[in-house]
């Protein structure tokens, strides 16, 4: 049943299903799978398979929770066979709650204690036929005993057991939530007189707009001024309907159970257990319900936000193995210097004083100056922190000086920075070297490999998240350490070089095999080959198929091991060098030879073409890194702060962060500015990473700027108009509450909007860092 249901889902074949449930079940990790077992997926990607493997584990939850209410049903001797197929084929963790509401065990109730009084039989009577009067009827259930003395209590003991079962039933609620999921409003007001208190969340004062429509960073937004105690939400049909209006979900309610207001001695009663059963029950339950969803489907996005440019980030371009410089910016406390060489190894470190109060400028330079020649620094990669652009020009004023050091400097991100120095894995790594100097560190191998120093951090602490801490902290966790994951097998992992944080990522592996790889490495030298793997302790058989691939030993004893060929597949290797007639060295690169190749040539029972075409391809170019080549931007002299900013101005920055609304970019004044989505491009998009992703270099312009609430707006359209600045109203709402223009929506057909005036207005309203 969950085959056919996935297979139906990712339309495909229920046998490619069966294959990766298998091996997920057997314990492959999703990497290996999407790399080493295309005959037996017939090419599941890794997309399609993180989708199976999330899809398979709310399906076998559904399963179990379906195995538990049928027999908690059926001990209550209440499972019919109509019953039992209902939950059976019910397809969805919700459908399932509604059927099981009636038979689900509960605290007494006022129906239930009604009905052990025996009101029951009154209750289905008037609801059956309305002609009989509530009044009258009730008499013949006075029970003292159990508290119903007279008719009130009577027909308030029989409107509850109605109530309850209106309540409960599946059908209804279904329809109830159909009508609200697609019709209703959210209504979002401000909580007393807190205007001052609340003030980013302005916007939602008096706030309304369509549920289904509600993007999850306006909903995040109105969840988290409600958890601050400044914002009252509520759901409703329709904002504007008099109060004394009959309510649509009440009426459905009534035609449900065919109750009719037709002057008969019941109806008014029956009335009144409807609006009861809508007030007091189904509204809250349902309300309840869809505030839990939407919340649920916001932070799903906002956890794919982060996914997403965790991914970009990871997978931004490696300057490369060169000696590199790192430069940890401060003022007052100064500027850590660490010099690391191409592999990582810190060959040296210090402190300089360059800025006020020591104002030690000259000192620095010849500090910096030495250093550079005596370690042959080929990259200077700079903290983008405090004190950045103010180091950034010390470092030209050296290398301006020094015109015969052919040296590259790079402002970078330096975020996590921090979090890392303190972590316990900095301590190991780097035991001798203070706190402030593991920051240095980090941003220059940061530089020469983003991904493998990137790993290292709590991937929160990286700062590329959308309202991150407003969403499932497991749920979170969970996407980023898949997308590490994927991306480090996408790249590959020297195997003699890598560090425990990078190892712990590689398919197969874990913190403990990480660690136990870099002991035995420690303790008899680089690996020779793939294979002595095997001789780590607890590394077994099963963790070395996961594993070897992904793992990269240059210099070797075998050629192939600096590859992404599997070991198992290295007898394929060997049957296209006895039809070639060349040695492994000389098919290496040699792509005239290797095109000239069928892969059905040298397939087998156990290795078809999709193998054999990728093992061709990595000949080819072995080891190929599929990041980006690496590029940096150029900050423009003279536009240090967000003063120096000017409306018309053309700079170079880089993306820091990508949000449904649009993309943030630094252009090196310590506060990053937004690029709308409607400012992206001429034409329409309905994704920001459609266009740029974080890491990216692009060219902006500034649209507008307020110093005073530290907001710049930019635009990727060289050709809009830009007009100055206009003041800025108080109370400004900031980037938690913004609003997309209309142009975001998704309707191609409505015009374009200027990136000035009115468009500024709605930049600005996104600009608040994340940090």
């Not at 195995?67 to 397809?91: F, P, V, W, Y």
């Not at 004062?205 to 914002?231: C, D, I, V, W």
């Not at 790993?455 to 929160?460: A, N, S």
């Not at 980037?735 to 142009?743: G, V």
């Amino acid at each position: 049943m969950i085959i056919h249901t996935l297979a139906q889902e990712l339309a495909v074949a229920p046998q490619q299903i069966e294959a990766a449930v298998k091996l997920l079940d057997d314990g492959a990790t999703v990497p290996f799978i999407a790399r080493y077992r295309k005959e037996a997926t017939q090419g599941l990607d890794d997309t399609q398979l993180r989708n199976l493997e999330t899809r398979l584990t709310y399906l076998r939850e559904l399963g179990d929770r379906k195995k538990a209410i049928l027999k908690s049903i059926g001990e209550q001797d209440k499972l019919t066979a109509a019953l039992e197929q209902s939950i059976n084929d019910a397809d969805s963790k919700t459908l399932l709650e509604d059927l099981y509401l009636p038979y689900k065990p509960k605290r007494r109730t006022k129906g239930q204690i009604a009905i052990e009084a025996g009101i029951g039989p009154l209750a289905e009577a008037l609801l059956k036929d309305p002609t009989l009067s509530p009044a009258d009827t009730a008499k013949q259930y006075i029970n003292t005993e159990h508290g119903f003395a007279d008719t009130d209590a009577v027909l308030e003991g029989a409107k509850f057991i109605l109530v309850e079962k209106f309540a409960e039933d599946a059908v209804l609620l279904q329809k109830l939530r159909q009508l609200l999921t697609r019709q209703s409003f959210i209504v979002s007001k401000l909580i007393g007189k807190k205007e001052k208190e609340a003030a980013k969340f302005k916007d939602y004062f008096a706030h309304q707009e369509r549920y289904n429509k509600t993007p999850s960073h306006r909903a995040l937004a109105m969840f988290r001024g409600r958890n601050e105690g400044f914002l009252s939400l509520k759901i409703v049909l329709n904002p504007n309907a008099d109060k004394n209006a009959s309510h649509e979900c009440a009426d459905i309610i009534a035609q449900h159970f065919s109750i009719t207001q037709r002057q008969r001695p019941a109806d008014t009663w029956l009335q009144s257990v409807v609006q009861t059963t809508w007030k007091q029950k189904i509204s809250v339950h349902l309300e309840t319900e869809l505030f839990n969803t939407l919340r649920e489907s916001a932070e799903s996005e906002a956890i794919n936000v982060f996914a997403k440019n965790l991914n970009d980030l990871l997978m931004a371009a490696p300057a490369g193995p060169k000696i590199t410089m790192g430069l940890d910016p401060g003022i007052r406390t100064g500027v850590k210097v660490a010099i690391v060489d191409a592999t990582g190894k810190v060959l040296g470190h210090t402190t300089i004083f360059p800025h006020a109060p020591q104002n030690q400028w000259d000192k620095a330079l010849r500090t910096l100056a030495n250093l550079c020649l005596q370690h042959k620094v080929d990259l200077i990669s700079i903290g983008n922190g405090t004190g950045s652009r103010e180091t950034d020009k010390l470092v030209a004023e050296m290398l301006k000086k020094h015109s015969d050091l052919n040296i590259q400097k790079i402002v970078i991100s330096e975020a996590g920075a921090s979090v890392y120095s303190a972590s316990e894995l900095a301590s190991n790594e780097l035991p001798d070297l203070d706190v402030s100097i593991r920051g240095a560190v980090s941003i220059a191998r940061r530089l020469q490999d983003p991904l493998a120093e990137l790993v290292k951090i709590e991937p929160k602490a990286i700062g590329v998240g959308q309202y991150q801490h407003d969403v499932s902290q497991s749920k979170l966790g969970l996407s980023l350490t898949n997308v590490i994951e994927d991306c480090v097998n996408a790249v590959g992992v020297d195997l003699n070089t890598a560090s425990p944080a990078l190892l712990a990522n590689v398919s197969g592996l874990n913190k403990t095999l990480a660690n136990n790889i870099v002991a035995y490495r420690n303790a008899n030298g680089a690996f020779a080959a793939r294979k002595d793997l095997l001789a780590v302790p607890r590394l077994g058989p099963k963790a070395y198929e996961q594993a070897a691939g992904f793992l990269r030993i240059a210099n070797g004893n075998n050629p192939l091991d600096a590859s992404a060929v599997h070991p198992e597949t290295y007898p394929v290797v060997d049957k296209i060098l006895q039809h070639t007639k060349v040695a492994v060295n000389d098919l290496i690169g040699n792509t005239q030879l290797l095109k000239s190749l069928a892969p059905d040539d040298f397939t087998d029972t156990t290795f078809g073409a999709p193998t054999v075409t990728d093992i061709l391809s990595e000949l080819d170019k072995p080891g190929r890194d599929p990041r980006p080549e690496f590029k940096t931007a150029s900050y423009k002299e003279g536009v240090e702060t967000i003063a120096d900013l000017k409306p018309g101005m053309i700079l170079e920055g880089v993306v820091s962060n990508v949000a449904n609304f649009g993309a943030f970019v630094d252009v090196g004044v310590h506060q990053d500015g937004l690029v709308h989505i409607s400012a992206m491009t001429d034409g329409f998009i309905s994704d920001p990473r459609d266009v740029v992703k974080t890491g990216e270099v692009v060219k902006v312009k500034v649209v507008e700027v307020d110093v005073d609430r530290k907001r710049i707006a930019f635009t990727m359209r060289m050709n809009d108009d830009v007009t100055p600045s206009k003041p800025k109203a108080k109370n400004q709402p900031t980037q938690h509450q913004a609003k997309k223009p209309k142009s975001s929506t998704g309707h191609k057909n409505k015009p374009k909007q200027p990136a000035s005036g009115g468009m500024a207005d709605a930049f600005a309203a996104a600009l608040a860092k994340k940090k």
